[in-house]
């Protein structure tokens, strides 16, 4: 069990930030992370499984947000109406004040092939788990998959955005939805006599 | 220097898929592929890198078949519709002969997390080509990643599709991008007298 430590989990999420940025991911240890907050090597991992996880913890909550999003929709929105709810619950999840984390840490993940993959990994487990979710609301198979997928996609872009600009999450990805649809559209008046 | 001996990669090959389907992935050397088809594991390495690129050589060919859907496209068509002209591109390089191959390689991955990853990567690698790609024909940054991720989930969700049905991915591929513009459409009516 985890005895309770106000605190804690954050004092070394931060520390471990500052190293990796600095000192570099591979180069920098559990124990390293634990001694630069006056910590053991064994408490570091009653908080976090390995060094990674310290990057990568909280998608769940992401997620959640992304699910509650999609509860919030009204019964007869059109599967990417569904999406476009779900994105604007998920961008409460970074609110502003939060960038200069999230910068920080893009910049340890840009500089590591291994964690790129994690990363891009992590997108795909959401796009999986908001497909279910808008199939268990009855939204057809190839329909809940191209909606999660290109909310994720959606997402993936306004993010990348998000930490080199200063408007709000939830405008950019209203906008970079807003422009998939425009191109959407643009290509279907092309596209649809020729078939 | 690799010398040229006509087939000894499409007979490694072959013969990897057998032995990672029938007996495992993890299970399986290089050195027991070899001697498989009566060569060394030293044969082995002149072909692969390691083991793991039996399943993802051919990637650029891959990528190439795209690039040239993009070139093939007409000055005048707009991002989805370039990317419409590279997946018919792609779709030509799995002709349906190409299937049963195609399900025993998938079979063998779908049991791999690892190797999911791997080919969850390739997916994202295509889609950055694409988009620089659609920048060099002058696409605006922010279409051009659309378009290409897009094109990439498009691609993504047909192949797998083409795994379990008969016709063709071309077909499938169209089909699969057909929907995407419906699904927009649909929600560009609703969403943007709101914005």
Chains 1, 2 share one sequence.
Do not use: C
């Amino acid at each position: 069990m985890v005895r309770w430590e106000p605190g804690t989990a954050e004092r070394l999420q931060r520390a471990a930030l500052e190293l990796f940025a600095t000192r570099g991911y591979e180069q920098t240890t559990a124990a390293e992370i634990a001694q630069a907050v006056g910590l053991t090597e064994r408490t570091f991992f009653r908080h976090f499984s390995d060094k990674r996880e310290v990057l990568f913890q909280g998608q769940e909550l992401l997620v959640q947000a992304f699910l509650d999003g999609i509860d919030a929709a009204p019964p007869e929105a059109s599967p990417l109406e569904i999406v476009a709810s779900a994105l604007a619950s998920a961008a409460s999840f970074f609110p502003d004040e939060r960038r200069p984390h999230s910068r920080t840490r893009q910049s340890v993940i840009d500089r590591n092939p291994a964690l790129q993959e994690r990363e891009q990994h992590k997108l795909t487990t959401l796009a999986t788990t908001v497909a279910d979710a808008l199939r268990a609301r009855g939204v057809d198979e190839l329909a809940a998959t191209l909606a999660a997928e290109s909310g994720a996609t959606v997402f993936g872009i306004a993010f990348t955005r998000w930490l080199r600009e200063e408007r709000s999450l939830a405008d950019i990805a209203a906008d970079v939805l807003a422009e998939l649809l425009l191109l959407a559209e643009e290509a279907a008046q092309a596209l649809r006599p020729t078939r």
